[in-house]
């Protein structure tokens, strides 16, 4: 039946007729550059762990480091993001363990700068290493802010003074940003960069990595009175201002996808590289979806991409090694 009407002269369908003409006029694209790859590090030699809440997901000895940071570099994914998964025994009430020139992180710093020219970050956070799952001092059951910092600007300094290129403020306190700064340039570290999770919300969907790094089965309560309250978004706005005054080369929302908005609002008001973190629930929520046939694989790249289209500049995301090699051999369009 042939249609009566008039069509417009302009046809926007015209610019989707091919894959040619759809990728020269695509608005974002994604390439290795934008991703950033989490590694979870344990104790032991020789271990490579499976996570149970995360599928494809490992904890990996110190000496077993090598073959996935090899993998990132190979497939250049720019930066590695270190966490670790700390031993019961060495945790406390005031995660003393951050603090150790030997503990996890040092370790996998001095082991992966012998070798590699790769990107490392590192969050300075205590949660890893408290006994009470906590990112700080508690006093009365409430997270004291200026005597976590005291810590945290030390630790910083410890990881920075290790290889760290990336210092990745990650517990929400007040005035870290400056402080930790302050306490680089006074020790000649003026290029070590800091990316501040500034908008960190208190999120349900940091169950499996609390898993990966033990802290789950020990957090007392939750982290609403540091953490980000989810129905704000303005407040954002004010965290962002103030980490960028204090000094704040990146910054950070976490998590990525249920913020969408949030990584927009932040772009749109401040011209500063914007990181966001597709985090472990996110992750898990995918891959158990396209183990059980419910979602397709191009799903993952969609994810990504709803990130960069908001803002983004770079996204850490459990699937960064797959979608690597899927774009080193052009399989994603």
Known sequence: MKYPGKYPKTRLRRNRTHDWVRRLVSENSLTSSDLILPVF?????????????????????????????NKAT?????????????????KDPYGSEALNENNLICQALRK???????GIMCDVALDPY???????IIK?????????????VKQALLYAEMGCDIIAPS???DGRIGLIRKNLDKNNLKNIKILSYATKYASNFYGPFRDAVGSQKLLSGDKKTYQMDNRNSDEALREVFLDIKEGADFVMVKPGMPYLDIIKLINDN???????????????LLKNGINKNIINREAISE????LKRAGSSAIITYFALELAKELKNNFLK
């Open 41 to 69: 590090v344990c104790d032991g030699r020789n271990k490579k762990e499976k996570i149970k809440s995360m599928p494809g997901v490992f904890r990996y000895s110190v000496d077993n480091l090598e073959p996935i940071i």
């Open 74 to 90: 190979n497939y250049k994914i720019p930066l590695i993001a270190l966490f670790p998964s700390t031993p019961k025994n060495k």
């Open 112 to 118: 992966i700068k012998t070798n590699n020219k790769i």
């Open 130 to 136: 408290t006994s009470h799952g906590h990112d700080g």
């Open 140 to 152: 009365n059951k409430y997270v004291l802010n200026d005597e976590t910092n005291d810590i945290l």
């Open 171 to 173: 517990d929400m306190m």
């Open 270 to 284: 401040f011209k500063i590289p914007i990181f966001s973190y597709q985090v472990s629930g996110e992750y898990s």
């Open 303 to 306: 994810t990504i991409m709803s």
